[in-house]
């Protein structure tokens, strides 16, 4: 819950390069963490729901603390540039819309120095945003883990199939029975 | 590629607190990051499928830089922890297995020395793993965005409907024409 905000080369590093649209995405976040009053999730209490793959998505998650493995970041994948950040100990969301790219791109610019207008524009011009009400997301569960009766391998007991009397992991199900668990999960 | 190797204490700065779950997953990371020769992907080389959605696949972005954002960062969500990590610059791919819990965990501990244990543990002790050869998902797209013709917004044009006449995003689409996308996406 520290209130240093983390430069936008911490955050490349975690992605892996630096990009236009990672930083779209740190504005983003931090258009977010402002109005979670500089509150990162330490577990669950901040919730993000992205509405895209890419690459602005892992500043959302570096800065927020909503990471793919904490059960606190939802990929809702419409191809929009969309992010709707929720506290859970308030009950708020906030929704951070970007504007069409015609409203902020430049022709016959150099990467590095979209990169540097991006960083320096107002957060107005970049972004649409608003307070919702929305329905969260449930919770993650931690439950017991049964063993596959076919490969050995365990799984989360609410993944288990069962197929001819055997319990079995979805990979196994879908081998041994045929059967696509798709509409399943 | 810096061959330094993250320590867990920056791992669950990112992953936000430090447990067991993401220990195990950091565990998996440092075997894998060994296996690539010490190299984090900076761009899409390294593929990442994880068949959990628990702590530890917050490690397996953080020291392998497969991350959600990048597209090299693949869910398969059948509550397993398995890892498989993949190279598209060799073709080649590691599978990490975590073994059941039954054969690693220890009744009595604090959370703190179950940690301890786990970091200390032989790699041989936690986890099967075997090369094994595997179709590579494709690369992420990059595609022009289109502005939804209801709300203004602009989504990634192959996520865009067509509804009497008129270029939907997906929330909208479904919203006017009571169609849902899902099998379509």
Redesign the interface.
């Known amino acids: 819950m520290s209130k240093k905000i983390p430069p936008i080369e911490e955050i490349s590093k975690?992605?892996?390069?630096i990009c236009p649209?990672?930083t779209l995405?740190y504005r983003a976040a931090l258009l977010a963490l402002a109005w979670l009053e500089h509150h990162?999730?330490?577990?669950e209490e901040v919730v993000a729901i992205v509405e895209?793959?890419?690459?602005?998505?892992?500043?959302i998650?570096?800065i927020l603390?909503t990471?793919?493995?904490?059960?606190n970041?939802f990929?809702e994948?419409?191809?929009?540039?969309?992010y709707t950040i929720a506290n859970r100990n308030t009950g708020k969301a906030l929704r951070i819309?970007?504007k069409?790219?015609g409203r902020w791109a430049k022709e016959g610019e150099t990467r590095e120095e979209t990169i540097q207008r991006l960083l320096s524009m107002p957060a107005e011009d970049l972004f649409d945003t608003r307070e919702e009400a929305i329905d969260l997301p449930p919770k993650?569960q931690v439950l017991q883990?049964v063993?596959c009766e076919s490969c050995?391998?365990?799984?989360?007991?609410?993944?288990?199939r069962l197929y001819q009397g055997r319990k079995l992991?979805?990979?196994c199900f879908e081998h041994e029975s045929g059967n696509s668990t798709c509409l399943l999960?």
């Open positions: 975690f992605h892996g390069h649209g990672l995405g990162r999730s330490e577990d895209n793959r890419a690459c602005g998505i892992d500043a998650q570096y603390g990471t793919a493995g904490k059960g970041f990929i994948d419409y191809g929009k540039h969309v819309v970007v069409p790219k993650a883990s063993v050995g391998e365990a799984a989360m007991e609410t993944k288990i992991c979805i990979p999960r």
